[in-house]
């Protein structure tokens, strides 16, 4: 038998149980307070129609699209470029990251056709999600009779991405999205603002919430001659922070802006000041641009509205703040953590019809998404979690014997029914080999019940983190463990 070595994909993980308390944790705060703001959870499918995803997160979004073979027996029957339509299988399924056809053997297979786009989109119909809001917007669209709007929906599951592994990134991660679709109030977005504070606030992680306007950005292409070039605009600026102001304006010209473009959108770019600087700023830019000043006013309101409320977070508007995706219209938002270069950990914004294309127009909608994998990473750098969650058990009891056992386990059922997770070591070895697994396993409390306790009634609490141990009621001890 050949030994095969065990691995994973670039870009995906294993949590072992540690990594996955304090994951759950994460979990569990931000479900919390989606619960507390009245929102309410649905699931869908890890897999998308391609016709669902493709052409909602702009042209670099569809390149990070993994597809999915139609069937993994799909590939035998093709000779230069033709195969069998009749020996299809709909039921298998095999992935294959988009734009790449990463198997050398398809590559032989497909190295007679010239359309090699063409040649993929034949054979992969599906697509591992890319993110939960355009399922979220095929769901409500799906399901719109069975929902009551304004619909408050959360949903906590993974999403995949084709993109190059690095820190901070990778291909398959937890996304953590709160939306509300049916209602145009700007209500909602300060509402999501307080559901950013709530949390950070909760998991102990500093943040600044960046907030800018999606009309602000169509207001800017506008004033600089460049309407037309929105999205190259926004696209190239989204990369600002991170690759510089020279490289952006070397992205620019690459798609077609022009030097006079570029020149008068500098001042845009190296914006700095307080709220009301930028503010005029911007009205005297936009001083032919309606769609300018509408974003000024909503933005405006949204701050206003916050100002007024006790954010504990940071939060500032962000002129230069971009967002890459093409389904946003209005209010955008992205939040950063302090003392850290680990990247977004929170982002999201207004799409005023992406239910349209799946035939329900007129429909606006408004969530963020929590990157729970980039928090998890920020909260261990900075220690952030509490000590408490090493380990899911409370106490151990230790096993000496048979009649031992039969003591001890009508003890763990009274204790577990108060709540506290307790096991039972499921053989009599040796002491030590117990109490070292009740070590590694980081569980606070021991019990150990031998002869002479069961005949008195009573159990020895040994405390693992200070060694001391004393004996005790067996009434007593649910209390003891509280």
């Not at 919430?209 to 929105?230: T, V």
């Not at 008195?456 to 693992?464: C, H, P, Q, R, S």
Request: hydrophobic share 35%; with cysteine.
């Amino acid at each position: 038998m050949t030994v095969q070595k065990p691995s994973i994909p670039k870009g995906t993980r294993d949590f072992p149980p540690g990594e996955m308390v304090r994951r759950n944790y994460i979990f569990d705060t931000v479900r919390s307070v989606f619960e507390l703001y009245g929102y309410q959870p649905i699931e869908t499918p890890a897999m998308e129609n391609l016709s669902t995803l493709l052409g909602k997160y702009g042209e670099e979004g569809d390149r990070l699209l993994f597809r999915i073979l139609n069937s993994g027996d799909y590939l035998k029957d093709i000779k230069e470029g033709q195969r069998d339509k009749g020996t299809e299988s709909q039921d298998q399924q095999a992935s294959v990251a988009s734009g790449q056809l990463a198997d050398s053997g398809i590559r032989h297979l497909a190295s007679g056709i010239h359309d090699l786009a063409s040649f993929t989109q034949q054979i992969a119909e599906k697509g591992l999600r890319y993110d939960l809001t355009v399922p979220l917007a095929r769901f409500v669209v799906q399901h719109q009779h069975e929902l009551s709007f304004p619909f408050k929906r959360y949903q906590i599951q993974p999403v995949w991405r084709a993109d190059r592994p690095q820190k901070g990134r990778y291909r398959e991660f937890s996304q953590c999205d709160v939306d509300v679709i049916g209602s145009n109030s700007l209500l909602n977005e300060v509402e999501l603002v307080q559901i950013i504070d709530d949390v950070f606030c909760r998991l102990k992680v500093p943040v600044v919430i960046n907030l800018n306007h999606r009309k602000i950005l169509s207001g800017i292409a506008e004033s600089i001659g460049a309407a037309d070039k929105l999205t190259d605009i926004t696209m190239a600026i989204d990369k600002l922070e991170k690759v510089g102001l020279e490289k952006v304006n070397a992205e620019l010209a690459s798609r077609g802006l022009s030097k006079t473009a570029i020149t008068k959108l500098q001042p845009v770019l190296e914006l700095q000041g307080k709220i009301k600087e930028k503010k005029q700023f911007l009205e005297e830019l936009f001083s032919h641009s309606e769609v300018g000043k509408q974003g000024i006013e909503e933005i405006c309101t949204v701050m206003k509205c916050l100002k007024e409320l006790n954010i504990k977070n940071k939060f500032e508007f962000a002129v230069r703040l971009a967002r890459g995706l093409n389904y946003y219209t209005g209010t955008i938002i992205e939040v950063m953590a302090l003392h850290t270069d680990i990247g977004s950990l929170c982002g999201g914004g207004r799409y005023d019809d992406l239910t349209g294309v799946f035939g329900l127009p007129g429909f606006s909608g408004v969530g963020i998404s929590f990157g729970a994998d980039r928090i998890y990473d920020v909260m261990m750098n900075q220690e952030l979690f509490p000590a408490t969650l090493q380990s899911t058990t409370r106490v151990l009891f230790v096993n000496f014997g048979l009649e031992e056992e039969r003591f001890c386990l009508k003890l763990i059922s009274s204790i577990r029914e108060a709540g506290i997770p307790a096991e039972i070591y499921p053989e009599a070895v040796k002491l030590k080999k117990q109490l070292d697994y009740a070590n590694r396993k980081q569980i606070p409390f021991v019990v150990l019940a031998g002869k002479d306790e069961m005949a008195a009634g009573k159990v020895t609490l040994k405390n693992m983190e200070t060694g001391e141990q004393e004996t005790i009621p067996t009434i007593n001890l649910t209390d003891q463990l509280r």
